[in-house]
């Protein structure tokens, strides 16, 4: 079982819709959770951090964590064309370890 | 708006070089890391620094690698003799906390080994 898992897409969604993207992990007792953006040949960008369950929104942007599932998700409401790109999800366990655990993206597609 | 710079952009080596890999972290950061991504792959960890020592490294991280904070701004990866599947983006991230802590990413270096 892969420690963080996301579908590798793409997702395809038309300009103004509601892109879902979603990750799962392995450790039941990691701490923190982040999304970041990558587009192509650049640099992951942090778009989210989230730390507890429940939901975190920043403007267009809404991360959804659930421990007891192992779940974190990523809304972006709204779509734009800008915002095709790789969204990848990180973990960190905690627990004395700084490093992430980065899934290997989805591909998101918005389609104008 | 502060940010992690990189330098140089690319790097192209002969296998079997060494190569440092350059990086000034946001100035008042105190835990510093390299990431590598091969080319259609995931981010990889490599290794954390702290106070002036590894915190943490990866199993990819092995004695042909080394890093070190020369002075109070920059944060340097060292490969020693490199191979063709060094080849990769190497990112360097800094976080101000190590705790629920949020890692910015440089642009990165793309190194090729040839």
């Known amino acids: 079982q892969k420690e963080v898992e996301q579908n590798s897409g793409p997702l395809s969604v038309p300009e103004g819709a509601i892109a879902s993207l979603n990750c799962t992990y392995s450790d039941r007792g990691s701490q923190s959770f982040f999304w970041y953006r990558q587009y192509s040949g650049k640099s992951p960008e942090l778009i989210m951090s989230?730390?507890?369950?429940g939901d975190k929104e920043d403007g267009r942007f809404t991360a959804q964590l659930n421990k007891a599932s192992q779940y974190v998700s990523l809304l972006i409401r709204d779509s734009q064309p800008s915002d095709s790109a790789t969204y990848l999800c990180a973990v960190n366990r905690g627990r004395g370890t700084y490093k992430y655990i980065f899934g290997t993206g989805t591909r998101l597609k918005v389609l104008a | 708006e502060p940010e992690v710079t990189q330098t140089p952009s690319h790097q192209v080596t002969q296998m079997g070089q060494e190569v440092i890999l350059r990086c000034v972290p946001i100035s008042n950061h105190l835990y510093f890391y390299w990431y590598r991504q091969i080319l259609g792959q995931k981010v990889e960890f490599l290794v954390s620094f702290y106070n002036n020592e590894i915190s943490e490294k990866s199993e990819i991280f092995d004695d042909q690698f080394s890093v070190e904070r020369p002075d109070g701004s920059n944060f340097t990866l060292k490969i020693r003799s490199t191979k063709l599947e060094d080849s990769a983006m190497y990112f360097c991230?800094?976080?101000?906390?190590?705790?629920?802590?949020?890692?910015?990413f440089g642009p990165g270096t793309r190194l090729t080994v040839l």
């Open positions: 989230i730390y507890s369950n």
């Open positions: 991230a800094s976080s101000q906390l190590a705790v629920l802590n949020e890692q910015f």
